[in-house]
Protein backbone atom coordinates (compact mmCIF):
# COMPACT_ATOMS: atom_id res chain seq x y z
CA UNK A 1 0.00 0.00 0.00
CA UNK A 2 1.35 3.35 -0.89
CA UNK A 3 1.16 6.05 1.50
CA UNK A 4 1.47 10.05 0.82
CA UNK A 5 2.05 12.94 3.38
CA UNK A 6 1.73 16.56 2.38
CA UNK A 7 3.25 18.51 4.95
CA UNK A 8 1.86 21.82 5.43
CA UNK A 9 3.81 24.80 7.97
CA UNK A 10 6.52 24.44 10.60
CA UNK A 11 9.44 21.97 11.30
CA UNK A 12 7.72 20.24 13.65
CA UNK A 13 4.95 19.22 10.60
CA UNK A 14 7.84 17.76 8.60
CA UNK A 15 9.11 15.78 12.00
CA UNK A 16 5.26 15.08 12.64
CA UNK A 17 5.01 13.81 8.81
CA UNK A 18 8.36 11.41 8.74
CA UNK A 19 7.04 10.42 12.60
CA UNK A 20 3.38 9.21 10.77
CA UNK A 21 5.51 7.11 7.87
CA UNK A 22 7.47 5.26 10.79
CA UNK A 23 4.28 4.20 12.57
CA UNK A 24 2.53 3.29 9.37
CA UNK A 25 5.36 1.62 7.47
CA UNK A 26 5.61 -1.06 9.92
CA UNK A 27 1.61 -2.26 8.80
CA UNK A 28 2.39 -2.64 5.13
CA UNK A 29 3.05 1.15 3.92
CA UNK A 30 5.64 2.34 1.65
CA UNK A 31 6.26 6.13 0.70
CA UNK A 32 4.96 7.12 -2.67
CA UNK A 33 5.92 10.81 -3.51
CA UNK A 34 2.32 11.57 -5.73
CA UNK A 35 -1.34 11.40 -4.21
CA UNK A 36 -2.22 10.05 -7.50
CA UNK A 37 -1.87 6.68 -7.07
CA UNK A 38 -1.32 6.42 -2.88
CA UNK A 39 -3.86 4.44 -0.93
CA UNK A 40 -3.52 6.68 1.83
CA UNK A 41 -3.24 10.12 1.35
CA UNK A 42 -2.62 12.95 4.66
CA UNK A 43 -2.86 16.27 4.96
CA UNK A 44 -0.45 17.47 7.73
CA UNK A 45 -2.15 20.83 8.10
CA UNK A 46 -1.42 24.63 9.48
CA UNK A 47 -3.62 26.56 10.99
CA UNK A 48 -1.23 29.49 11.81
CA UNK A 49 -1.75 32.04 9.09
CA UNK A 50 -4.98 33.14 7.32
CA UNK A 51 -7.61 31.10 5.58
CA UNK A 52 -5.75 27.78 6.98
CA UNK A 53 -8.95 26.07 7.32
CA UNK A 54 -10.91 26.72 4.38
CA UNK A 55 -7.29 26.13 2.32
CA UNK A 56 -7.56 22.57 3.74
CA UNK A 57 -11.47 22.28 2.60
CA UNK A 58 -10.10 23.15 -1.36
CA UNK A 59 -7.54 20.46 -0.92
CA UNK A 60 -9.82 18.19 0.21
CA UNK A 61 -12.34 18.70 -2.51
CA UNK A 62 -9.80 17.69 -4.96
CA UNK A 63 -8.02 14.53 -3.49
CA UNK A 64 -12.53 13.65 -3.18
CA UNK A 65 -11.95 14.37 -7.19
CA UNK A 66 -8.75 12.20 -7.53
CA UNK A 67 -10.58 9.38 -5.35
CA UNK A 68 -13.59 9.20 -7.61
CA UNK A 69 -11.32 8.52 -10.57
CA UNK A 70 -10.32 6.49 -8.84
CA UNK A 71 -13.27 4.37 -7.91
CA UNK A 72 -14.58 4.68 -11.05
CA UNK A 73 -11.33 2.32 -12.11
CA UNK A 74 -11.99 -0.10 -8.88
CA UNK A 75 -9.24 1.50 -7.05
CA UNK A 76 -10.01 2.95 -4.00
CA UNK A 77 -8.02 5.86 -1.43
CA UNK A 78 -8.28 6.73 2.39
CA UNK A 79 -7.88 10.44 2.77
CA UNK A 80 -6.57 11.45 6.40
CA UNK A 81 -6.61 14.99 7.90
CA UNK A 82 -3.68 15.58 10.47
CA UNK A 83 -2.21 18.64 12.01
CA UNK A 84 -3.51 22.01 13.35
CA UNK A 85 -6.48 22.02 11.14
CA UNK A 86 -7.75 18.95 12.62
CA UNK A 87 -7.09 19.47 15.74
CA UNK A 88 -8.67 23.09 15.91
CA UNK A 89 -11.77 21.27 13.43
CA UNK A 90 -12.42 18.65 14.77
CA UNK A 91 -15.75 16.78 14.54
CA UNK A 92 -16.62 19.69 12.23
CA UNK A 93 -14.30 18.42 9.68
CA UNK A 94 -16.25 14.96 9.44
CA UNK A 95 -19.46 17.02 9.01
CA UNK A 96 -18.35 19.40 6.52
CA UNK A 97 -16.53 16.97 4.63
CA UNK A 98 -18.02 13.34 5.30
CA UNK A 99 -15.82 12.02 2.69
CA UNK A 100 -12.50 12.41 4.71
CA UNK A 101 -11.94 9.16 6.35
CA UNK A 102 -9.68 9.92 9.37
CA UNK A 103 -9.52 13.50 11.43
CA UNK A 104 -6.31 13.23 13.80
CA UNK A 105 -4.64 15.88 16.02
CA UNK A 106 -0.83 16.17 16.50
CA UNK A 107 -0.67 14.19 20.19
CA UNK A 108 -2.41 11.14 18.70
CA UNK A 109 -0.28 10.06 16.05
CA UNK A 110 0.63 6.72 17.73
CA UNK A 111 -2.85 5.86 17.25
CA UNK A 112 -2.76 6.36 13.22
CA UNK A 113 -3.24 2.10 12.50
CA UNK A 114 -5.55 1.71 15.45
CA UNK A 115 -7.99 4.77 13.66
CA UNK A 116 -7.09 3.09 10.33
CA UNK A 117 -8.29 -0.08 11.17
CA UNK A 118 -11.59 1.75 13.21
CA UNK A 119 -12.11 3.27 9.70
CA UNK A 120 -12.29 -0.05 7.58
CA UNK A 121 -14.65 -1.30 10.03
CA UNK A 122 -16.93 2.26 10.81
CA UNK A 123 -19.65 3.44 8.34
CA UNK A 124 -18.03 6.91 8.81
CA UNK A 125 -14.80 9.20 9.11
CA UNK A 126 -13.51 8.64 12.49
CA UNK A 127 -11.52 11.26 14.44
CA UNK A 128 -9.18 11.33 17.25
CA UNK A 129 -8.12 14.54 18.89
CA UNK A 130 -7.86 14.03 22.32
CA UNK A 131 -4.88 15.22 24.61
CA UNK A 132 -4.09 11.74 25.60
CA UNK A 133 -2.60 11.29 29.00
CA UNK A 134 0.29 8.98 27.61
CA UNK A 135 3.04 10.78 25.13
CA UNK A 136 2.82 9.84 21.63
CA UNK A 137 6.22 9.70 21.70
CA UNK A 138 6.22 6.86 24.71
CA UNK A 139 4.28 5.19 21.93
CA UNK A 140 5.81 6.07 18.36
CA UNK A 141 8.05 3.18 17.29
CA UNK A 142 11.85 3.72 17.48
CA UNK A 143 12.69 2.33 13.66
CA UNK A 144 13.14 5.00 11.21
CA UNK A 145 11.25 4.10 8.08
CA UNK A 146 12.38 7.21 6.40
CA UNK A 147 16.39 8.17 6.34
CA UNK A 148 17.05 11.43 7.96
CA UNK A 149 18.88 13.64 6.16
CA UNK A 150 22.20 15.47 6.61
CA UNK A 151 20.44 18.04 8.19
CA UNK A 152 17.90 16.32 10.62
CA UNK A 153 14.79 17.49 12.98
CA UNK A 154 14.00 16.18 16.42
CA UNK A 155 11.38 17.32 18.45
CA UNK A 156 12.59 18.10 22.06
CA UNK A 157 9.22 19.88 23.62
CA UNK A 158 5.54 20.49 22.60
CA UNK A 159 3.05 22.74 22.64
CA UNK A 160 3.07 26.93 24.57
CA UNK A 161 1.75 27.81 27.43
CA UNK A 162 2.47 31.34 26.60
CA UNK A 163 -0.91 32.52 25.01
CA UNK A 164 0.11 34.96 23.18
CA UNK A 165 -3.06 36.76 22.31
CA UNK A 166 -2.65 36.47 18.63
CA UNK A 167 -1.91 32.77 18.41
CA UNK A 168 -3.84 29.55 17.51
CA UNK A 169 -0.58 27.07 18.92
CA UNK A 170 -1.83 27.07 22.64
CA UNK A 171 -5.05 25.23 22.09
CA UNK A 172 -4.00 23.12 18.76
CA UNK A 173 -0.80 21.70 20.48
CA UNK A 174 -1.70 22.17 23.73
CA UNK A 175 0.10 22.60 26.99
CA UNK A 176 4.21 22.82 27.20
CA UNK A 177 5.34 18.87 27.77
CA UNK A 178 9.05 17.95 26.96
CA UNK A 179 10.08 14.87 26.40
CA UNK A 180 13.11 12.95 28.46
CA UNK A 181 16.23 13.65 27.98
CA UNK A 182 17.40 10.11 27.60
CA UNK A 183 14.63 9.56 24.88
CA UNK A 184 16.53 12.49 23.08
CA UNK A 185 19.69 11.55 23.27
CA UNK A 186 19.11 8.27 22.25
CA UNK A 187 16.80 9.53 19.32
CA UNK A 188 19.64 11.99 18.28
CA UNK A 189 22.33 9.12 18.08
CA UNK A 190 20.00 6.95 15.74
CA UNK A 191 19.58 10.20 13.93
CA UNK A 192 23.91 10.26 13.19
CA UNK A 193 24.16 6.87 13.02
CA UNK A 194 22.06 6.93 10.21
CA UNK A 195 23.70 10.02 8.33
CA UNK A 196 22.84 13.32 10.24
CA UNK A 197 25.47 15.60 10.64
CA UNK A 198 23.09 18.40 12.08
CA UNK A 199 20.48 18.49 14.25
CA UNK A 200 18.00 20.99 14.81
CA UNK A 201 15.86 20.72 18.31
CA UNK A 202 12.22 21.51 17.54
CA UNK A 203 9.84 22.97 20.27
CA UNK A 204 6.75 25.18 19.87
CA UNK A 205 8.78 27.30 22.93
CA UNK A 206 11.78 25.22 22.88
CA UNK A 207 14.33 26.82 25.12
CA UNK A 208 11.26 26.31 27.73
CA UNK A 209 12.63 23.12 27.85
CA UNK A 210 12.48 21.31 31.21
CA UNK A 211 12.96 17.71 30.57
CA UNK A 212 13.16 14.32 33.19
CA UNK A 213 16.87 13.89 33.26
CA UNK A 214 18.64 10.49 33.45
CA UNK A 215 19.68 10.80 37.20
CA UNK A 216 15.92 12.33 38.13
CA UNK A 217 16.78 15.73 37.91
CA UNK A 218 15.49 18.37 35.61
CA UNK A 219 17.40 19.22 32.36
CA UNK A 220 17.23 22.84 30.66
CA UNK A 221 17.81 23.35 26.86
CA UNK A 222 21.43 24.31 27.68
CA UNK A 223 22.26 21.12 29.95
CA UNK A 224 20.37 19.00 26.94
CA UNK A 225 22.50 20.65 24.43
CA UNK A 226 25.69 20.45 26.49
CA UNK A 227 24.71 16.46 26.36
CA UNK A 228 24.04 16.45 22.49
CA UNK A 229 27.62 17.99 21.92
CA UNK A 230 28.91 15.24 23.31
CA UNK A 231 28.17 12.58 20.63
CA UNK A 232 30.64 12.02 18.13
CA UNK A 233 30.03 12.80 14.23
CA UNK A 234 27.23 15.13 15.39
CA UNK A 235 28.71 18.73 13.84
CA UNK A 236 25.91 21.28 14.25
CA UNK A 237 23.59 21.92 16.91
CA UNK A 238 20.67 24.33 16.16
CA UNK A 239 16.86 25.32 18.51
CA UNK A 240 14.17 26.58 17.29
CA UNK A 241 11.78 28.08 18.23
CA UNK A 242 12.58 30.41 20.95
CA UNK A 243 10.52 32.67 23.17
CA UNK A 244 12.76 35.86 24.28
CA UNK A 245 11.18 35.50 27.98
CA UNK A 246 12.84 32.00 28.08
CA UNK A 247 16.58 32.64 26.85
CA UNK A 248 17.97 31.52 30.62
CA UNK A 249 21.44 32.97 31.76
CA UNK A 250 22.87 29.08 30.66
CA UNK A 251 21.67 29.07 27.82
CA UNK A 252 23.56 32.09 26.77
CA UNK A 253 26.15 30.61 28.62
CA UNK A 254 26.14 27.86 26.19
CA UNK A 255 26.22 29.78 23.35
CA UNK A 256 29.63 30.86 24.41
CA UNK A 257 31.07 27.35 25.61
CA UNK A 258 29.24 24.66 23.28
CA UNK A 259 31.64 25.06 19.66
CA UNK A 260 28.93 22.89 18.04
CA UNK A 261 25.78 25.38 19.52
CA UNK A 262 25.88 27.17 15.76
CA UNK A 263 26.00 31.33 15.77
CA UNK A 264 22.53 31.42 14.03
CA UNK A 265 19.02 31.75 16.56
CA UNK A 266 15.75 32.58 15.33
CA UNK A 267 13.97 34.80 18.36
CA UNK A 268 10.99 36.13 17.26
CA UNK A 269 9.98 39.56 18.51
CA UNK A 270 6.89 39.92 16.65
CA UNK A 271 6.71 44.36 17.54
CA UNK A 272 9.03 46.85 18.46
CA UNK A 273 6.72 48.69 20.51
CA UNK A 274 5.37 48.04 24.03
CA UNK A 275 1.83 48.99 23.86
CA UNK A 276 1.45 46.45 21.08
CA UNK A 277 3.82 43.65 23.15
CA UNK A 278 1.59 44.26 26.07
CA UNK A 279 -1.80 43.65 24.03
CA UNK A 280 0.05 40.85 22.38
CA UNK A 281 0.90 38.90 25.98
CA UNK A 282 4.66 38.99 24.96
CA UNK A 283 5.53 39.64 28.57
CA UNK A 284 8.90 41.57 27.06
CA UNK A 285 9.24 45.10 25.76
CA UNK A 286 11.25 45.94 23.36
CA UNK A 287 14.31 46.77 25.85
CA UNK A 288 14.22 43.57 27.12
CA UNK A 289 14.81 41.94 23.85
CA UNK A 290 17.50 45.04 23.25
CA UNK A 291 18.89 43.21 26.49
CA UNK A 292 19.03 39.69 25.33
CA UNK A 293 20.04 40.42 22.01
CA UNK A 294 23.14 42.31 23.70
CA UNK A 295 23.91 39.71 25.74
CA UNK A 296 23.39 36.70 23.35
CA UNK A 297 26.43 38.99 21.30
CA UNK A 298 28.74 39.46 24.14
CA UNK A 299 28.81 35.68 24.89
CA UNK A 300 28.80 34.99 20.59
CA UNK A 301 30.14 37.60 18.99
CA UNK A 302 29.76 36.49 15.58
CA UNK A 303 25.58 35.51 16.42
CA UNK A 304 23.47 35.95 13.25
CA UNK A 305 19.47 36.65 14.48
CA UNK A 306 16.69 35.87 12.33
CA UNK A 307 12.68 36.67 13.91
CA UNK A 308 9.16 36.71 12.77
CA UNK A 309 7.13 39.88 12.96
CA UNK A 310 3.81 40.58 12.97
CA UNK A 311 2.37 44.58 11.31
CA UNK A 312 -1.21 45.39 11.97
CA UNK A 313 -2.44 43.69 15.31
CA UNK A 314 -5.24 45.53 16.51
CA UNK A 315 -4.65 49.04 17.93
CA UNK A 316 -0.76 49.04 16.56
CA UNK A 317 -0.56 53.23 15.40
CA UNK A 318 1.90 54.03 12.62
CA UNK A 319 3.44 55.79 16.35
CA UNK A 320 3.88 51.94 17.29
CA UNK A 321 5.46 50.51 13.40
CA UNK A 322 7.62 53.27 13.53
CA UNK A 323 8.91 51.82 16.94
CA UNK A 324 9.06 48.11 14.44
CA UNK A 325 11.06 49.46 12.05
CA UNK A 326 13.66 51.20 14.52
CA UNK A 327 14.44 48.06 16.43
CA UNK A 328 15.09 46.06 13.28
CA UNK A 329 17.13 49.43 12.35
CA UNK A 330 19.06 48.65 15.41
CA UNK A 331 19.33 44.50 15.89
CA UNK A 332 20.34 43.84 12.53
CA UNK A 333 18.76 40.53 11.16
CA UNK A 334 20.15 38.42 8.79
CA UNK A 335 16.91 37.02 8.12
CA UNK A 336 13.09 37.37 9.22
CA UNK A 337 9.42 36.25 8.62
CA UNK A 338 6.99 38.66 8.75
CA UNK A 339 3.35 38.53 8.82
CA UNK A 340 -0.53 40.40 8.39
CA UNK A 341 -2.14 40.39 11.54
CA UNK A 342 -4.92 37.71 10.59
CA UNK A 343 -7.19 36.85 13.54
CA UNK A 344 -7.43 33.30 14.12
CA UNK A 345 -10.48 31.97 15.51
CA UNK A 346 -10.85 31.73 19.44
CA UNK A 347 -7.61 33.58 20.27
CA UNK A 348 -8.34 37.02 22.61
CA UNK A 349 -6.61 39.07 19.77
CA UNK A 350 -9.93 38.18 17.74
CA UNK A 351 -12.09 40.35 19.34
CA UNK A 352 -9.87 43.25 20.66
CA UNK A 353 -11.48 46.28 19.33
CA UNK A 354 -9.27 48.50 16.87
CA UNK A 355 -8.75 46.19 13.92
CA UNK A 356 -6.70 47.44 11.62
CA UNK A 357 -7.64 48.11 8.08
CA UNK A 358 -6.07 45.61 5.50
CA UNK A 359 -4.78 48.48 2.95
CA UNK A 360 -2.69 49.52 6.25
CA UNK A 361 -1.42 46.37 7.24
CA UNK A 362 -0.34 45.73 3.44
CA UNK A 363 1.46 49.18 3.59
CA UNK A 364 3.44 48.32 6.67
CA UNK A 365 4.37 44.58 5.71
CA UNK A 366 5.77 46.30 2.30
CA UNK A 367 7.74 48.62 4.07
CA UNK A 368 9.34 45.94 6.58
CA UNK A 369 9.52 43.75 4.43
CA UNK A 370 11.76 45.92 2.08
CA UNK A 371 13.73 46.87 5.27
CA UNK A 372 14.47 43.40 6.15
CA UNK A 373 15.08 42.21 2.45
CA UNK A 374 18.17 45.13 2.51
CA UNK A 375 19.00 43.91 6.10
CA UNK A 376 19.46 40.21 4.25
CA UNK A 377 21.08 40.99 1.41
CA UNK A 378 23.77 43.68 3.33
CA UNK A 379 24.58 40.14 5.65
CA UNK A 380 24.90 37.74 2.36
CA UNK A 381 27.14 40.14 1.19
CA UNK A 382 29.63 40.71 3.39
CA UNK A 383 30.28 37.14 3.08
CA UNK A 384 32.12 37.04 -0.39
CA UNK A 385 35.67 36.49 0.44
CA UNK A 386 35.37 35.17 3.47
CA UNK A 387 36.14 31.34 4.40
CA UNK A 388 33.60 29.76 6.15
CA UNK A 389 32.98 26.09 6.98
CA UNK A 390 30.41 24.29 5.23
CA UNK A 391 28.23 21.34 5.51
CA UNK A 392 27.14 19.77 2.69
CA UNK A 393 23.70 18.76 2.62
CA UNK A 394 22.87 17.14 -1.25
CA UNK A 395 23.94 17.33 -4.39
CA UNK A 396 23.29 20.61 -6.69
CA UNK A 397 22.08 20.97 -9.83
CA UNK A 398 25.04 20.23 -11.83
CA UNK A 399 27.82 17.19 -11.29
CA UNK A 400 30.01 18.51 -8.87
CA UNK A 401 28.18 20.85 -7.50
CA UNK A 402 26.41 20.58 -3.56
CA UNK A 403 24.42 22.09 -1.49
CA UNK A 404 25.52 22.64 1.99
CA UNK A 405 25.17 25.75 5.04
CA UNK A 406 26.96 27.88 6.62
CA UNK A 407 27.16 28.54 10.29
CA UNK A 408 24.35 31.13 9.60
CA UNK A 409 22.15 28.56 7.86
CA UNK A 410 22.67 30.55 4.44
CA UNK A 411 22.34 27.52 1.74
CA UNK A 412 25.81 27.86 0.10
CA UNK A 413 26.44 26.40 -3.59
CA UNK A 414 29.85 25.26 -3.69
CA UNK A 415 31.74 23.71 -6.49
CA UNK A 416 33.72 20.15 -5.18
CA UNK A 417 33.63 17.15 -7.03
CA UNK A 418 35.05 14.59 -5.55
CA UNK A 419 33.65 15.54 -1.42
CA UNK A 420 30.85 14.15 -0.40
CA UNK A 421 27.51 15.12 1.36
CA UNK A 422 27.92 14.82 5.12
CA UNK A 423 31.00 17.12 5.28
CA UNK A 424 32.55 20.12 6.29
CA UNK A 425 34.69 21.88 4.10
CA UNK A 426 36.31 25.25 4.69
CA UNK A 427 35.43 27.30 1.65
CA UNK A 428 35.60 30.82 -0.06
CA UNK A 429 32.60 32.35 -0.72
CA UNK A 430 32.64 34.10 -4.11
CA UNK A 431 29.49 35.68 -4.82
CA UNK A 432 26.07 36.43 -2.66
CA UNK A 433 22.56 36.47 -3.70
CA UNK A 434 19.63 37.42 -1.83
CA UNK A 435 18.65 34.04 -0.94
CA UNK A 436 22.43 31.95 -1.12
CA UNK A 437 25.34 32.13 -1.62
CA UNK A 438 28.07 30.88 -4.22
CA UNK A 439 31.32 29.03 -2.75
CA UNK A 440 34.67 27.07 -4.07
CA UNK A 441 36.62 24.86 -1.64
CA UNK A 442 39.54 25.87 0.31
CA UNK A 443 41.06 22.91 -0.22
CA UNK A 444 39.12 19.57 0.31
CA UNK A 445 42.26 17.16 1.36
CA UNK A 446 43.38 18.36 4.24
CA UNK A 447 39.57 19.12 6.04
CA UNK A 448 37.96 16.29 7.96
CA UNK A 449 35.02 16.01 8.76
CA UNK A 450 34.41 18.46 11.76
CA UNK A 451 37.99 19.63 11.88
CA UNK A 452 38.17 23.13 13.21
CA UNK A 453 38.28 25.74 10.82
CA UNK A 454 41.14 27.82 10.15
CA UNK A 455 39.14 31.04 9.69
CA UNK A 456 36.06 31.40 11.99
CA UNK A 457 34.08 34.49 11.19
CA UNK A 458 34.24 36.95 13.69
CA UNK A 459 31.46 40.12 14.15
CA UNK A 460 32.37 42.80 11.75
N1 LIG B 1 -1.38 36.46 12.49
C1 LIG B 1 -0.22 36.70 11.87
N2 LIG B 1 0.93 36.05 12.17
C2 LIG B 1 0.88 35.13 13.13
N3 LIG B 1 1.83 34.34 13.65
C3 LIG B 1 1.27 33.56 14.60
N4 LIG B 1 -0.04 33.83 14.72
C4 LIG B 1 -0.30 34.82 13.82
C5 LIG B 1 -1.48 35.54 13.47
N5 LIG B 1 -2.64 35.32 14.08
C6 LIG B 1 3.23 34.40 13.27
C7 LIG B 1 4.10 34.86 14.44
C8 LIG B 1 4.80 33.59 14.85
C9 LIG B 1 4.91 32.89 13.53
C10 LIG B 1 5.17 31.43 13.61
O1 LIG B 1 3.67 33.13 12.89
O2 LIG B 1 5.01 35.82 13.98
O3 LIG B 1 6.03 33.82 15.46
FE1 LIG C 1 2.25 31.14 19.90
FE2 LIG C 1 3.38 32.86 21.61
FE3 LIG C 1 3.44 30.23 22.12
FE4 LIG C 1 4.92 31.23 20.11
S1 LIG C 1 5.16 31.72 22.29
S2 LIG C 1 3.62 29.37 20.03
S3 LIG C 1 3.61 32.87 19.34
S4 LIG C 1 1.61 31.51 22.04
Not at 141 to 148: K, L, S, V
Not at 355 to 361: E, F, M, N, S, Y
Not at 407 to 431: K, S
Request: proline letters at 6%.
Amino acid sequence: KKLFIKTYGCQMNVYDSARMADALVPHGYVAADRPDDADLVILNTCHIREKAAEKVYSELGRLRHLRDRRRARGGDMTIGVAGCVAQAEGRAMLERAPFVDIVVGPQAYHRLPELLHRRARARHGVLDTDFPLESKFDRLPEEMATAPGVSAFLTVQEGCDRFCTFCVVPYTRGAEASRPAAAIVAEARRLVEAGAREITLLGQNVNAYRGEAPDGSVWSLARLVEALAEIDRLERIRYTTSHPRDVTDDLIEAHATVDKLMPFLHLPVQSGADPVLEAMNRRHTADDYRRIVERLRAARPDLALSSDFIVGFPGETERDFAATLALVEEIGFAQAFSFKYSARPGTPAAGMRRQVRDAVKTERLAQLQALLAEQARAFNDAMVGRVLPVLLERPGRHPGQHVGRTPYLQPVHVEAAGAAPGRIIDVVITDSHSHSLAAAPVAIADTEPGAPSRDLPTCA
